[in-house]
């Protein structure tokens, strides 16, 4: 998620009286130092003693976050500084306490004409596309992004937009530490709802099959995962409402068959909310032979999020596992 992204999150959930803090945010395991210098301290305030100092591009573990991930400001007696979690980290020397506003994930998840404020850079990472090849199947491709003015109608401003050096609009972008092979990475796997009688939704009673593909002459046999969502939905007071939901992956080649809980990473940031989940894309972009997938849901009152799923990273016992999120605001 870009800074543009989370001070309109954080806003939005201010101005609706909703707390920002109700489940712990997503953090991911790994991140990159972005400013020239970062210190690190021992407590988590700019004010504590300072145990280290980090350069841009420095990689650092996750350890956990201040306050569940309670966005403050690094200075609350400057107005005009950043708000943002404070992390504990590890890095080489030990840990220390790092202001989240200087250090961003080892992967992540964009779409071109992103909106990114002033002054906020692009990751220090290597940058791919995903496009559709033809008509059957989507290519890998390793792209140059720059951020560019443009007048956008509902600011009525003009706005800094992330663009790539393709002619073609892609998919989606991926920003990462590790490259991604280049090439064929999946079966055209986007649902679009009445489009082959399939539909992208996974409310409760939804099933929808994610598979890695074979390219041609490509006669391999490769593990398809089932992915089903399960739940009640009752009509209350006119609205639709789901309770008990739960979304698990399903390993037919197992005998007996082998689950995994991926509930965790869509529940709605309010219990009384009922969750809105959707499967947008799914192939090989690892190329590990094993499915991938984007897994879009609403957990928040003023927008939803897209999360992506990779198998060379899934835990033991598992098969995938979340390694970077986009919000969409007032989705």
């Known amino acids: 998620m870009n800074a543009f ?14 707390s920002a803090q109700q489940s712990p945010p997503f953090f991911q395991e790994e991140m990159i130092v972005t400013a020239s210098s970062l210190n690190l301290r021992e407590l988590p305030d700019k004010n504590a003693k300072k145990v280290g100092t980090l350069t841009q591009g420095t990689v650092v573990q996750f350890l956990e976050a201040y306050k569940d991930g309670e966005y403050m400001q690094a200075d609350t007696t400057d107005p005009e500084s950043p708000y943002a979690p404070w992390l504990k980290v590890r890095f080489k020397g030990g840990t220390g306490w790092a202001f989240g506003a200087y250090l961003t994930g080892t992967y992540g998840l964009y779409y071109e004409n992103d909106i990114f ?10 940058w791919f596309g995903v496009y559709a090849r033809d008509s059957f199947a989507d290519e890998v491709r390793r792209v140059q992004v720059r951020l560019a003015d443009e007048f956008n ?24 530490l590790t490259p991604f ?10 649902f679009e709802i009445g489009q082959m009688y399939y539909s992208k939704t996974l409310g409760p009673g939804g099933q929808l099959s994610i598979y890695p593909g074979n390219d041609l002459n490509d006669t391999l046999i490769r593990p398809t ?13 006119n609205y639709v409402r789901v309770t008990n939901y739960q979304l698990r ?44 997938a984007i897994i879009n849901d609403c957990p ?4 939803c999020r897209a999360s992506l799923f990779l198998s060379s990273k899934a835990k033991p016992g598992a098969y995938l596992h979340k390694v970077c999120e986009h919000f969409w605001p007032g989705d």
């Open 153 to 176: 109608e509902f600011f009525q401003t003009q706005v800094r937009v992330l663009k790539t050096n393709q002619r073609e609009q892609s998919k989606f972008l991926v920003a990462s």
């Open 117 to 126: 404020v002033e002054g906020d850079a692009l990751p220090p990472l290597q």
């Open 5 to 18: 992204y989370k001070i309109l999150l954080l806003n939005c959930l201010l101005s609706t009286g909703i």
């Open 225 to 237: 995962y089932g992915i089903a969502a399960t739940g009640c939905a009752e009509l209350d007071n």
């Open 249 to 292: 992956l399903i390993d037919y080649s197992q005998e007996p068959v082998q689950y995994q809980d991926l509930t965790q990473w869509v529940k709605p940031e309010t219990p009384e909310s009922s969750p809105s989940v959707d499967l947008l894309w799914f192939g090989d972009l690892d190329r590990d032979g094993k499915p991938d």
């Open 181 to 190: 092979p280049t090439g064929y990475c999946g079966p055209l796997g986007n």
């Open 300 to 303: 928040y009152e003023p927008g």
